[in-house]
């Protein structure tokens, strides 16, 4: 399967979408997280079956370790599958997720009494064979995950004790990377981990890491920002750029985030709530558009009807894109309205980046009516090379969230 699908050229006509930044050369993709027991909910379908909504898609669980090889040696692959043959028959990129991760690992590999020449066999076998299943499928392998421990007094950028660090230090990324790259030489390759969106100890240790694997000699394109987010307690924007930069100037040419969730702490939310949502979405979105080398943006699930949170997290949630009853957030019309103004500006086909100074050169006309223009509740009211109504409709007033957009709230 073509890693990027040809794809007709865009209709600046067409509604307020999410608008798969690759058809407009903007960014690579926007995408969603799917997980297999999902794809029978049919209205879930409507939606992510649409590649102008979601341009890409990860397998929220279907290619972990504790499916794909269950029992050492014995691989499986029908509910990958069942997720790659899905964006396949969509024309959706992947995003491929996950190599090695202490999470979801079957007993025989965690409870294993291994030496270091062992692991490394188990490893590279398991990267070779299912690498290797997926070959030329995948835009980008997610290899090593969750690799740091966060809980709050520990969040210092130590390893998480793991079967992988116990028996071989730090030198499993490097095994773990040859591995891949050796398996399927055009996958990008990625470190992704949480936490990773604030400058600190953690992102500094992620910044070594990718240090630490290109010394070995070994290949690492990208470093993935799950970013698993709580509302009002989200990085700002220039937080943001700065965290990307920092990977970038560590060796990686790639960055993305790769699991986004804006979730509330405390449930119901407020309107009030709704708009710190958007306006936190709005920031990772606008970051990664500022950003050259951040690639594009998955989110983990788009609707709040499904989702891992509440689970994990009981009393937290509403985190995404979409309500349970699949009606779009104040935080949609913020992250595709930013997506439609950079659409209006990217470049001509052929240029794969929009350069900040490149931005918003022609600008849809502003509608007129009889009784003049405003602008409904949530809708663009100002940005960047936004040349529509500025007035704001039913008692709202136009907000700045930042040099892009601006919202009537
Ligand atoms: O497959 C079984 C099913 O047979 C059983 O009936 C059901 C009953 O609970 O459980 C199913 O397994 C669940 C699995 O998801 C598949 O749906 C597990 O209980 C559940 O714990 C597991 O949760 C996943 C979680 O990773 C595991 O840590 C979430 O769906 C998945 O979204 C989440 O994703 C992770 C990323 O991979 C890495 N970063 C963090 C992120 C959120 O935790």
Known sequence: MP?????PPPDPASPPS???????RVKKYFGSAVDNSELSDQQLLKFLTNKNEFGQITPGNGQKWQYTEPSRGQFSYGSGDQITDFAKKNGQMLRCHTLVWHSQLPSWVSNGQWSRDTLTSVINTHIANEVGHYKGQCYAWDVVNDIYITEALDDDGSYRQSVFSEVLGDTFFAIA?????????NAKLYYNDYNLETLGAKQQGAAKIVKL???AGKKIDGVGMQAHLIVGQSPSQSTLKSVMQSYLDAGATEVAFTELDIRFPSLPESSQGLEQQAKDFG?????CLEVEGCVGITIWGFTDAHSWIPGTFPGTGDALLFDKNYNKKPAYSTVSSILAAARTAAPAPGATTLQRSTVVTSAPAATTTAAGCSVAMYGQCS???????TACAGGSACKVSNDWYSQCL
């Open 383 to 389: 940005g960047q090379g936004y040349s529509g109504c």
């Open 283 to 287: 920031a990772v979105t606008s970051a």
């Open 3 to 7: 890693i990027r699908p040809s794809l």
């Open 177 to 185: 990377f040859d591995a891949a790259a050796k398996a399927d030489p």
């Open 18 to 24: 999410l608008i798969s930044w690759h058809r407009q």
């Open 213 to 215: 694997i290109k010394s």
